[in-house]
């Protein structure tokens, strides 16, 4: 599994946020960071899979958001931007 090299501010937005002071469905947000770097995966199934995680741990049931939504934001828009100048499917590859 390749992760394509990371724009620096995003990858400083990740390092530097304290994801274990924010909440998910589960708990710390401890693992975001993790997949969130995955959404810039050269792997489809693996940039896919994170879009999912965070959905379900970001935004359970499409009806309240967790406390680590608001600093995962700016790197999902991101990604979605990434995706589009990269492979031309932008938002129809991730729905997050």
């Not at 589960?26 to 960071?33: L, R």
């Not at 049931?61 to 990604?79: F, G």
């Amino acid at each position: 599994m390749s992760i394509s090299t990371l724009p620096s501010r995003v990858e400083a937005l990740i390092r530097e946020t304290p994801w274990s002071d924010f909440g998910t469905t589960q708990g710390a947000a401890t693992n975001v960071p993790f997949l969130l770097t995955d959404l810039f995966s050269d792997c489809e199934i693996q940039a896919s899979a994170a879009a999912h995680a965070l959905n379900d741990l970001l935004c359970p049931q499409h009806v309240k958001l967790a406390s680590a939504s608001l600093p995962a934001l700016p790197v999902i828009v991101y990604a979605l931007g990434w995706l589009k100048d990269r492979s031309g499917l932008g938002a129809t590859r991730m729905r997050v």
